[in-house]
């Protein structure tokens, strides 16, 4: 798992980084072109008790601005895990991006142990995101987080 190619792209950029959002959008560009079925992916960051949105690639979202006990991401970030859902048509929590999205992850995003914000991945195709998927982009977060630990915020 640690040497598949998202995870090496990523480190790479990691290493290299100097501009926190520069960071963001290039990790979620190289997601987005290693997985083109993700089709929105993106990042929210907690801030006033609200979760605000960050760099991201695919169609613009009216969600800018997310209420912590509103969404998919206001529920992933109250439990502190990932959630998946196969098919955001049934679950009474998701706010819609794009009304072709069919499924949905979001992983929380740490710094030094402290819940800052989230990676949110959108795909137009039911049940994208299997144990694999979840399991790599909960890498995916990690590598984030320690990256963002070298940033002030
Ligand atoms: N679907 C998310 C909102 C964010 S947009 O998908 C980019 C949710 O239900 O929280």
Known sequence: MNDHPLLIEIEALSSKAAKRDEFLMETARAINHQYPQYNWVGFY?????KLHIGPYVGKTTPHTVIELDKGICGAAFNRGKTIVVDDVNTDPRF??????TRSEIVIP???DGEMIGELDIDSDQKAAFGDDDRILMEKVAELVGETLSRFKF
Do not use: P
Request: with cysteine; hydrophobic share 50%.
């Open 45 to 49: 960051f907690a801030k006033e008790g």
């Open 95 to 100: 706010l819609a991006c794009s009304i072709t």
């Open 109 to 111: 995003i740490r710094v």
